[in-house]
């Protein structure tokens, strides 16, 4: 399959994300007084999960090009 490290590496992406949607809205519904503060610090660390997997795309990505 063409490109299968990088496919394989934007699904973890947007399973991590996701995760970490769930787990700020589910925070944010428990403690309604900090839903702004929630989603914040929310926003800011799906921010850096996508900031720390852009390194690995590149290796996926190269790693594809290479084999194909």
């Not at 700020?24 to 926003?43: D, E, K, L, M, R």
């Amino acid at each position: 399959m063409r490109y299968e490290r990088t496919l394989l590496e934007v699904l973890h992406l947007a399973a991590g994300v996701a995760a970490f949607t769930a787990m700020f809205a589910a925070a944010a519904w428990a403690y309604p007084q900090g839903y702004a503060t929630i989603w914040n610090v929310g926003f800011v660390t799906m921010a850096a999960v996508v900031v720390m997997s852009v390194p690995e795309f590149g290796k996926a990505w190269a790693a594809d090009r290479v084999e194909n």
